[in-house]
């Protein structure tokens, strides 16, 4: 099977604009989560869509939103960037939570976005 | 109370030696605990993961040791190697069917392997 898939592999944008990032998650998986992972902050949580329904949200502001398809593609978006913004983006592909049980969390390569 | 603790933050082991990476938690109400491995420019990797219901779990030359009672567990990579220097990242999970699972994660290890 193939992996996860995220594109672009690298943003650079400036302060105030927007961006949009895209996620492919491995067939067969209804469950996306986005994470945001800085030197600083680490790897934190930001939101998680199964069957395009956002079932999960992290401690983020309102600028960071997200959606999926029903192919189960999801796209992230960030509004009026800031320099903290500066990060690594990773998606995380999963069956999801089912009968009680979490299913594995499957990472892609990561979108690097830098905000100048 | 979601918070995971990771320790060491750095950790340089001989070629052929075994590391030992230890992670603490909180929430009592975590189920899931992976561990995942992170070359530069890359995604994190899925590395093991184990549940609470068992103690320990072996793959190949890496084993997870849990301790429900005193809410730890640890990565054991036996036989370290050149080709294993990477970050570390210890996770737990938790959640319901209608609001998903989130993972947290540990703060990370620098492991260097000297050959």
């Known amino acids: 099977k193939a992996g996860v898939t995220q594109t672009p592999r690298y943003l650079i944008k400036t302060r105030g604009q927007q961006v949009t990032l895209s996620c492919s998650p491995i067939s067969g998986h209804r469950s996306v989560s986005w994470y945001q992972q800085t030197p600083g902050q680490g790897l934190q949580f930001l939101f998680e869509y199964f069957s395009e329904t956002q079932r999960n949200k992290g401690n983020f502001p309102g600028r960071f939103s997200g959606r999926q398809f029903s192919n189960s593609r999801s796209e992230m978006n960030v509004s009026t960037l800031e320099l903290g913004d500066s990060a690594l983006y990773l998606c995380?592909?999963?069956?999801?939570?089912?009968?009680?049980?979490?299913?594995?969390?499957?990472f892609g390569p990561g979108t690097r976005l830098t905000v100048t | 109370q979601q918070q995971v603790k990771q320790s060491p933050q750095s950790l340089i082991v001989q070629k052929g030696g075994i590391s030992i990476i230890n992670c603490a938690y909180e929430?009592?109400?975590?189920?899931?605990f992976p561990w995942y491995q992170q070359f530069p420019g890359k995604g994190p990797a899925l590395l093991i993961a184990?549940?609470?219901?068992?103690s320990e779990k072996k793959e190949g030359r890496f084993t997870i040791s849990f301790n429900k009672s005193a809410k730890q567990f640890s990565l054991h990579i036996m036989d370290s190697q050149p080709g294993d220097s990477a970050t570390y990242f210890c996770a737990a999970s938790t959640g319901k069917e209608t609001s998903g699972s989130r993972l947290t994660f540990g703060e990370g290890t620098q492991l260097t392997v000297n050959p």
């Open positions: 184990i549940r609470p219901d068992v």
């Open positions: 929430n009592t109400a975590f189920d899931y």
């Open positions: 995380a592909s999963s069956l999801g939570r089912l009968a009680g049980v979490s299913y594995e969390q499957y």
